[in-house]
């Protein structure tokens, strides 16, 4: 079947850095994606990933590893702001997005 | 402005009751897709439409039906609701159904509850 892992809840302090983690199994792989979710409010897009390596966007970073199955997000620099949930999806073989459950980020002083 | 509007925001409705959410996109995307979100799970997709006048079905399509008469609307009909068909709703759309890097626009979501 298909599987994606990621933690349901990290907690980090303002001003730092955090890497939340996903794993996945699809049949075929056309992309993997970070939606940032609100409490109460539509998930927005943040980032693409479909070759390995890292792609950064300011205070944000999305890395792939293709052969291992496995994505990580990586949050700098950290405003309170950030607190929301964060969504990993895989595009498979026929381009529809396999969700995660999300991971609850929370923000402390 | 430019985006996607689902109506209504929330709604309590009667077991057996039929229910249709509505969708509105005025982005000219081809494609559109409706999920559910539940507490733990996932988003999953319910119905998917690549282009008006076509439709899918997604990972859990039973209680629920779709039409894409044109491009800028998707509703979505419960024909007799059930108390597990509670959950928050989003319409989302893309430019297109496929090829890489293909973003989803989500609506702001129906929080439906079934009693």
């Known amino acids: 079947g298909q599987n994606i892992d990621q933690p349901t809840e990290m907690t980090a302090t303002e001003g730092a850095i955090v890497q939340i983690n996903c794993t996945y199994q699809?049949?075929?792989?056309?992309?993997l994606f970070w939606y940032q979710q609100h409490a109460g409010e539509a998930p927005t897009f943040l980032s693409y990933?479909?070759l390995d390596g890292l792609e950064e966007k300011g205070r944000f970073s999305s890395f792939l590893s293709r052969s291992k199955g496995y994505s990580y997000l990586l949050l700098k620099e950290l405003q309170m702001k950030d607190s929301a949930s964060y969504l990993c999806a895989v595009s498979d073989s026929n381009y529809q997005l396999i969700w995660g459950a999300g991971t609850k980020l929370i923000i402390k002083p | 402005i430019a985006g996607i509007t689902q109506a209504p925001t929330s709604q309590i409705l009667a077991a057996g009751r039929r229910m249709t959410l509505r969708c509105t996109q005025d982005m000219r995307h081809n494609a559109m897709y409706w999920y559910r979100q539940d507490l733990g799970l996932g988003l999953r997709l319910i119905h998917y439409s690549n282009t008006a006048g076509t439709t899918g079905k997604g990972e859990v399509p039973d209680g629920y039906s779709v039409s894409r008469a044109n491009t800028d609307d998707f509703p979505l009909t419960l024909a007799s609701a059930v108390p597990s068909q509670t959950s928050v709703y989003f319409c989302?759309?893309?430019?297109?159904?496929?090829?890489?890097?293909?973003?989803?626009?989500f609506g702001p979501g129906t929080r439906l509850t079934v009693l």
């Open positions: 990933n479909v």
């Open positions: 989302a759309s893309s430019q297109t159904s496929g090829g890489a890097g293909n973003e989803q626009f």
């Open positions: 699809t049949s075929g792989f056309n992309g």
